[in-house]
C-alpha cells in the first residue's frame, strides 16, 4: 500500500470486500482517482498502466493458458473446454470468441499444446454438460461436489493469470 492510499478499512476482512478492475481514459485519470479517495469504504490497492491493444489481450490469454498447463491445472483433455465456456460467455470482454470446437482446438495448437487437447467430440460433450452462465455453472453429469468446484476453479485460476499477464507478471 502505498503512503499516498492509506489503509482505510484495516479492520476489515478481505473476505467483506470485492476486488475490482477498472480502465480509466488518461484523461480522467486524476478525476477518478480523486472521486474513489472521497469514499470511505474505497480502497486503492494498486495502480498500474494496462493492456490496450488487442494483440496484447491476445498474447494475455495465450500466456494464461499456458501458465495453467505448467502448473498442471488441466488434469483432462476436457477441461481446457471450460476456458473455452467462459471466454464464450464474454466473461471478460474484448477476449477472443471461438464459433467452433475446432477453431479453438486450433488455437490451442497454435499456442504450442499439441498433447492432451480435447477432440471436437469431447469439446461438444463438455459443453452440453453445462447449464447456466458462470460462476453458476450446473452440470448434468452429476459430478461430486469437489468436481463442480474443481471445474469452476479452472476458470478462476484462469482469470487470475489473465489479470497477472495483463499486468505484466507473467513471463512473456
Known sequence: ?????????????????????????????????????????????GEEDCVNTEIDMYSCVARSISELH??????YPCDFTYIMVALNEEVVKGLPFFYSPMEYIAYLQSLGFKHRLPRKSTVYNTINKIGGKYPNWSFNDNPSDYEKLRRTNIVKQFLSALMMARRGKLER
Open 1 to 45: 500500500m502505498s503512503e499516498k492510499w492509506p489503509n482505510l478499512l484495516s479492520h476489515k476482512s478481505w473476505k467483506e470486500m470485492k476486488e475490482i478492475i477498472i480502465r480509466v481514459d488518461e484523461s480522467a485519470y486524476e478525476y477518478v482517482l480523486g472521486m474513489l479517495k472521497l469514499c470511505q469504504k474505497v480502497e486503492v490497492v
Open 70 to 75: 505448467q502448473r498442471h491445472v488441466f488434469r
